[in-house]
Structures are given as C-alpha cells and as structure tokens.
C-alpha cells in the first residue's frame, strides 16, 4: 500500500511505463526474428554485413573501435558515474533531479535490454567479428541503446537547463553519439541494421520515459521536511484512550539514512508533541539496534522512534515486539516498505508527525529460525531464491543513487537463475512438491511503486500469505509481469477474505494462506528477512506472533479510522501473544 501523491506516484508510474516498454521491445524482436525474417528489407541486412567486411581499412577499424570503447559497459558506467557525481557536488546546489533522471536512464534501458535478450535469441552477423561477442542476443544492440541513455540523456539536461546557443551546438554533438556507435556497430560485424534501430528505439523510450517521471512538473525535487513549526496541522487523534500525549522516548536512528538535519527535525516534532525526554542511540554494523535493548530493559519507555528503512525498523521491531511499546516509523531507508503498506506519507517528517497525532494498533510479526540462523523477527516478508539473490547483489552505490531501482537492475542479472525444487506444508497437511524461482512469505502485500506481490496479506490479520513464483519461458514471463504490473493499484481498504490455494498468470504466480506453513528446499539456498540477507540453508522458520507489535499510526492499519484499542496494562512487562507457528 502506497500513497498515491508525490514519489510514490512517480514512482508508480514508472513501473508502469517500463513495463510497456519492455512488452512492446520483446514483441518488436519476436517480430523481427520470427516474423519478419523472411521479409525485404530484412532480407538485405547479411549483405550489407558483408559488404561493411569486405571494405574495412586500417583507418575505419581504429575509428570504429573507439566508438566501440566509448559505448561499453565500463565507458558508459564510468561516464555516468562522472556525470551524477558532478551534478551533485557542482555548485550552486545538487542537482538530484538531474542526477536522477540520467543515473535512472542507464539503469531502466539496461534493465530492459537484459529482459528483451532473455526472451529474444537472435545469433549476430555471420561476417569476421571484430570485438567479443558477449553471450546475449544481437536484438537489440547494447552498446546503442546504452549511448542513447546517456549521451541523449545528457543532450536532454543541456537543452532543459541550460541557457544560450551554445547549448544547441552541444546537444548536437551528443546527439551525433549514438548513430555513430550503430555504424561501427555494423562495421565491426556485431550487429544487424535492424538491431541498431532496435537499440536506437529502446534508449529514446526509456528517455522518454525516465524523464516524463522525474523531469516533468517538479521533477524529482524532495518534498519539504516542514523544518519551521508552521507546516501542516496534525491529524487531532479521535480516541483518548489510545494513548496519552507526550511521555519518554528512544529514539534509533541510522546515521546514513537519517541526516543532521532529518534528526534536528525529528527533535523538534518530537518535542512539539510532548517528547521532552529523548534518549537518542544510533545504530552500527555490531549493535544494530544502538542501545535500544538496554533503554527498555531500564523502563519508563513510552514510545520507541525508529528513523531508518526497513532493516532499522525490522531490529527495533524485535526488541519491543511483545512489550506493549508502541513503535513510530520515520521512513528514511531504500524501500521504506512497512511504512508504505501502512499508507504513511513518503517525507520522513511528516510520516512521524501524522503518527504521532494519532493512536495506537497491534500489526502481526514473523519470529524467523532456521538452520545456521539465529532467531529474529520481521516485518515485512521473508523470502528465499530469486529475491533473495535479488537482494543480496543489489549495489550499495547505486541503492545509495538510485533507491529501490538498483534492485531491479540487481534482478535483471537473476533471471536465467535456475528454478528450486521445494516441498510446501500448509497446517500440517500433505506436502505439496513443486519447483520455483522464489518463494516469499509475507506480512504485507505490497513492494515498491505500489507492486501487489501478495494482494490477501494484510498486517493484523494473524496469518502470513506465501506465492511461489515460478514463470516457465518466454509466456510464461510475459503472463507474470502483466499480471503483475495489473496490480499496480492501491489496496481496498477491506479486509481480504482467507481463501485456499490460488493460481493466476498461466500457473506462473501460486499463493498459499495458512497459520503453519512449512517449505524445505532441496538444496541449500540463500534467504533474506525485509531486504537482509542471510546465510544459505534448507529451512527457514517462522513463528507467527498476532498484534505483537504495537505501531503508532494516523488510522488502523488498511482503515481510515484513527479509533484504536486501548493501551495495555503494562509497558515494560513482555505480553505473551499466542504464536503461530510458519515455517518457509
């Protein structure tokens, strides 16, 4: 569940765009490899390869190889990365949305060229090769689409913000970049003509793309944080009972994810709602919880603040999970999941003090074991195989640049994973045998840009939902993404109704709703709890703990109402919550 104002709305209509995208250039290749084959002028491509080979000279081969070098995947890495690096240190002021747009351009066209090659196998020119030939099909052409991100990327920037003729001589220059790298493209015998265009076509739409989202409008400019005290009103809670106004609070923050002047404004909000005592504990690689543990075993805790992404949060949530401390989210991470599902605004400070204005609710937590694994709860979803390996090699510098986009361009390099065989047990019954590429167990529904992975999870209704993701070739993967990308929508605010075991998109997504859940794996396989990975293993565990977490929020978890249960009895006394045993 995602707000539909702001990032979240950009960002979901990215998803949405690059999926048509990418449907539209796999089915181009189908297109042209199947189809069109046969057809004039395709029929003319192997003699222009041929007639390109045979007048190749020592002149046009050091030219051409140049051109080859500047469109690779370290020249356009390298460039790129000089390019956002200086349109965020340049004076006058960092430019983020700028830096966005280009960093994002090369991102979604490689993304989206790795998918097309996936399902479009076309072998290159049968002419003497001139450069290595990477292992992916010659539909589209890489090395063009990739100039087209960049350098049509940079042309773009130069013609929107710049002033003065000279930008027109400027965007002119780059512009001349990727039609020149498709000529020696075809020169070096790499590429057909028709997988220049192919290449030229993807590049342009992804620009077109990328910058409808992030250049458009206010760009990708950061909502304002509300530093004076004079931002919106907060929401007036509804029910006394809930809770009382002020009290003593820990608060944990991520040094990285939450920033100086983040932290100042949380203080201050803090403050503004009562919060006088504040005992601050950051977190680190060895206590990734600071000293949280040590604050609530002291007593007198009366909120607990967690200013991080979903791994700060996931930490927090185990130490106070059962205590009858309610937890605070300031979502300030990569993928922020909890708090979007529990439709908390995207700016950290607004999203505390909507919280903060209202009431008290108990969400379920996952408690996670296993073998090799010490036990752990989560918040969000567990998961192993193709999303696990997902998260596991995602870039620290591009999530750092990018946010959650670093973990698609992370998939895209999982795709041809092989599938796991896995037996699945649902309250004790049969075991059902099966083969995936990832199996996910989870509190909530929705991923990033609002993605219903798992449209009946909902937070408190005292069981865990469970897909297994298993597309089976080229239909197969098309019937997963549109059904998928179908889902793009914001959750009903009722409450989903537990059924029996579901399939949907050509058997390629099965979902499961169960209190005892049970896979083992058939070979060791990496695992992962709210986007950390653990160690390989052929079990997981999971312990279902109902309304365990009490979660300070504007209105009931899914609702619009901010009416909620009363606090219990004891604060520092741990509940006892009947558990539900799951295993994945």
Request: with cysteine; glycine share 12%.
């Amino acid at each position: 569940m995602t707000t539909e104002n702001g990032g979240a709305a950009r960002r979901s209509r990215l998803v949405w765009l690059v999926a048509a995208q990418t449907t539209l250039m796999v089915l181009l290749g189908l297109w042209v490899t199947r189809v069109a084959v046969g057809l004039w002028p395709l029929t003319l491509e192997h003699r222009l390869s041929e007639d390109f080979a045979a007048h190749r000279s020592p002149v046009g081969n050091g030219v051409t190889e140049g051109l080859s070098l500047v469109a690779s995947t370290e020249g356009i890495i390298g460039v790129t990365l000089v390019c956002v690096a200086m349109l965020l240190a340049l004076p006058p002021a960092p430019r983020w949305a700028e830096a966005v747009f280009l960093g994002a351009s090369v991102a979604v066209q490689s993304a989206v060229f790795l998918v097309v090659t996936f399902f479009v196998e076309r072998p290159r020119p049968d002419v003497p090769q001139l450069d290595g030939a990477p292992p992916t099909s010659s539909f589209p052409s890489g090395h063009v689409g990739a100039s087209v991100a960049l350098y049509g990327g940079l042309a773009a920037l130069v013609l929107h913000r710049a002033r003065g003729p000279w930008r027109y001589l400027a965007a002119g220059v780059l512009l001349l970049v990727p039609p020149a790298v498709g000529l020696s493209r075809v020169y070096r015998g790499m590429h057909y003509p028709s997988d220049v265009l192919g290449g030229l076509l993807n590049g342009a739409v992804t620009l077109l793309v990328v910058g409808s989202v992030f250049l458009s409008g206010r760009g990708n400019s950061r909502a304002p944080r509300g530093a004076s005290d004079g931002g919106a009103a907060p929401v007036p809670a509804q029910d006394g009972r809930s809770r009382r106004a002020g009290g003593s609070v820990v608060v944990v923050r991520h040094p990285h994810g939450c920033p100086d002047e983040l932290a100042a404004e949380v203080r201050a909000r803090l403050h503004r709602h009562g919060f006088t005592d504040q005992r601050w504990t950051s977190t680190s690689v060895d206590r990734p919880s600071g000293r949280l543990a040590e604050e609530c075993a002291v007593g007198g805790v009366d909120l607990v603040v967690a200013c991080g992404g979903d791994g700060t949060v996931r930490v927090c949530a185990d130490v106070v999970a059962g205590t009858g401390i309610p937890l605070a989210l300031v979502p300030c991470g990569t993928g922020n999941l909890l708090a979007r599902n529990l439709d908390l605004p995207s700016d950290p400070a607004s999203a505390l003090d909507e919280a903060l204005a209202g009431g008290d609710f108990g969400i379920d937590v996952g408690r996670v074991g296993g073998d090799g694994l010490p036990p752990t709860r989560f918040t969000v979803m567990a998961g192993a195989g193709f999303d696990a390996a997902m998260v596991r090699d995602a870039s620290p510098v591009l999530k750092a640049h990018l946010g959650w986009a670093a973990y698609a361009l992370s998939a895209a390099r999982h795709l041809r994973d092989p599938r796991m065989r896995l037996s699945l047990r649902l309250d004790g019954g049969r075991r059902i045998r099966r083969r995936a590429r990832m199996v996910v167990i989870g509190n909530v529904g929705a991923l990033q840009a609002g993605l219903e992975l798992l449209p009946r999870a909902r937070p408190d209704s005292g069981r865990m939902e469970v897909v297994l993701f298993d597309p089976r070739g080229a239909a197969g993967w098309l019937a997963a993404v549109a059904h998928l990308a179908a889902r793009i929508v914001r959750r009903p605010a009722a409450a989903p109704e537990s059924g029996g075991p579901v399939s949907v998109a050509a058997g390629s997504l099965e979902y499961f709703s169960a209190a005892r859940i049970e896979v083992r794996f058939a070979r060791a396989q990496i695992r992962e709890v709210d986007g950390d990975t653990l160690s390989e293993g052929t079990r997981l565990t999971v312990d279902t703990e109902p309304g365990a977490l009490r979660m300070r929020l504007p209105r009931a978890p899914g609702g619009t109402s901010t009416t909620a249960p009363p606090a219990p009895a004891s604060r520092t006394t741990p509940a006892a919550p009947a558990a539900r045993t799951v295993q994945l």
